[in-house]
């Protein structure tokens, strides 16, 4: 599987981004997929994860500012991000998990500013 993120960009505060992950072969083959984002120097942490069969986790941070959605038909997972920080600015990857192994796009950059 290999997957490629897209819709990052550079937004203002309190502003809504919406990023995609498109797979190449079936997204549902995918047990999970799940949102990352990495600021250089720190730990990549979980921003959201949706399993096949639809259950969403958050990290502690989204606060109910983010949603993950899959559209299975498009092969794509969507994050749509709203009320948007200046810390939640980071690289944002994608991850599918099949079983035992993990397949990671190319990260896509949220820049939010004034």
């Known amino acids: 599987v290999q997957l490629q993120a897209s819709g990052g960009g550079l937004v203002q505060p309190g502003g809504s981004l919406r990023l995609s992950c498109a797979a190449s072969g079936s997204i549902s083959s995918c047990n999970a997929v799940g949102w990352y984002r990495q600021v250089l120097g720190k730990e990549r942490e979980l921003v959201a994860r949706i399993t096949a069969g639809g259950g969403t986790n958050y990290g502690d941070f989204v606060m109910g500012r983010f949603t993950i959605s899959r559209d299975n038909a498009k092969n794509t997972v969507y994050l749509q991000l709203n009320n948007l920080k200046p810390e939640d600015t980071a690289l944002y990857f994608c991850?599918?998990?099949?079983?035992?192994?993990?397949?990671w796009g190319q990260g896509t950059q949220v820049t939010v500013s004034s």
């Open positions: 991850k599918c998990n099949i079983w035992t192994s993990n397949y």
